[in-house]
Each structure stands twice: as structure tokens, then as C-alpha cells.
Nanobody, 115 residues
Framework: QVQLVESGGGLVQAGGSLRLSCAAS????????MDWYRQAPGKQRELVAT???????NYAASVKGRFTISRDNAKNTVALQMNSLKPEDTGVYYC?????????WGQGTQVTVSS
């Protein structure tokens, strides 16, 4: 069982930056992927960014070029650097770890971008 705790959310003006962090209670080195999702009010949860165990990254089209996902297996953390934030980036951001059909979720951290 792996527990994930997100941090780093907050209120920021459009054009600003935030760095989210996800700390795992156990090793993430065996996880196939580590992901960041977000859920805006009244909308479905959507995948924002993924990083595989081999370091391959994928991003949603809406954040490509602005967000960067990274993982540190030694520290069991995953980060999401968010730059040039827009009001439409507002939502609760969740960290997810996936391995062999089992996924683990954090409780989420709120990101609010004001115009």
C-alpha cells in the first residue's frame, strides 16, 4: 500500500507559476507510471501529465509547453512545475501512482488561477 500526499497548491494570478509536489509513503521506483490529474468544478477528472519509470513524459495538449513533470525515485517524489498559468488551469490536482492494474491516489491539492 502506497499513500500519496500532494502539496504546493494555492492561489496565483494568471501568468504565474506553481510547483506541486507529491510525496509517497513507499518506493515509487517500481511504479509503471506516476501521473498528475486535475478536476475542475463540474467537470470530469482529466489526465494532465504522465511520467513512466523510464522517464518518458506525456502531457495533455492544453498544458504542453507550460507544465513539466519530474520524478525522483530516490526521494519517492513527483513534481509538477506549472508555468504561464491560466484561469482554465483551476482545479483540484491529484497525484496517481500506477503499477500492474493497481492505482493509488492522493487527496488532491487546490490550484486557483485568477484572471
Amino acid at each position: 500500500q502506497v499513500q500519496l500526499v500532494e502539496s504546493g497548491g494555492g492561489l496565483v494570478q494568471a501568468g504565474g507559476s506553481l510547483r506541486l509536489s507529491c510525496a509517497a509513503s513507499g518506493s515509487i521506483s517500481s511504479m509503471n507510471t506516476m501521473d498528475w490529474y486535475r478536476q475542475a468544478p463540474g467537470k470530469q477528472r482529466e489526465l494532465v501529465a504522465t511520467i513512466t519509470g523510464g522517464g518518458r513524459r506525456n502531457y495533455a495538449a492544453s498544458v504542453k509547453g507550460r507544465f513539466t513533470i519530474s520524478r525522483d525515485n530516490a526521494k519517492n517524489t513527483v513534481a509538477l512545475q506549472m508555468n504561464s498559468l491560466k484561469p482554465e488551469d483551476t482545479g483540484v490536482y491529484y497525484c496517481r501512482a500506477y503499477r500492474r492494474g493497481i492505482d493509488y491516489w492522493g487527496q488532491g491539492t487546490q490550484v486557483t488561477v485568477s484572471s
